[in-house]
Nanobody
Framework: HLAESGGGSVKPGGSLRLSCAVSGSTGDDHCMAWFRQRPGKEREGVASINGNKTPTYIDSVKGRFSISKDDAANTLYLQMSFLRPEDPALYYC?????????????????????WGQGTQVAVSA
C-alpha cells in the first residue's frame, strides 16, 4: 500500500516536498518512482530510484527535483524546487518488483505493480 502526501499550491519558483508512505512488502531494494498526470494527458514518468538508490530523472526536472528513499521510515520522497507553470499535475508514487527501474522518460506504467492515490500539485502566481 502506498499513500502520497505533501501536495499543495505554490507560486512559480516555489518548492514542495512530496512523501509516499509505504506499507506492506514492496521491499527495501525494489525500484520506486514518481509519475504525474495532467488533465487529458497520459501518465508521465518523472523520476525513479533503483534498488541501489541511484536516481534517474526526466530532462525537464533535472536539477530541480530530487528523489530519495528512507528505508527506516518506509518513505519515498520527491523534493521539488523552482516549480514551473508546466509542473502542475496529480503526482503518483509507484513501486515495482524489479531492482532496476525502467527509464522514467519511457513512462512505462506496466512495470509498476503498486500505486498510490495521488497528490495534487498546483503552481499559480
Amino acid at each position: 500500500h502506498l499513500a502520497e502526501s505533501g501536495g499543495g499550491s505554490v507560486k512559480p519558483g516555489g518548492s514542495l516536498r512530496l512523501s509516499c508512505a509505504v506499507s506492506g512488502s514492496t521491499g527495501d531494494d525494489h525500484c520506486m518512482a514518481w509519475f504525474r498526470q495532467r488533465p487529458g494527458k497520459e501518465r508521465e514518468g518523472v523520476a525513479s530510484i533503483n534498488g541501489n538508490k541511484t536516481p534517474t530523472y526526466i530532462d525537464s526536472v533535472k536539477g530541480r527535483f530530487s528523489i530519495s528513499k528512507d528505508d527506516a521510515a518506509n518513505t519515498l520522497y520527491l523534493q521539488m524546487s523552482f516549480l514551473r507553470p508546466e509542473d502542475p499535475a496529480l503526482y503518483y508514487c509507484a513501486a515495482s518488483n524489479r531492482y532496476w527501474c525502467p527509464q522514467p522518460r519511457d513512462s512505462d506504467t506496466s512495470e509498476y505493480s503498486y500505486w498510490g492515490q495521488g497528490t495534487q500539485v498546483a503552481v499559480s502566481a
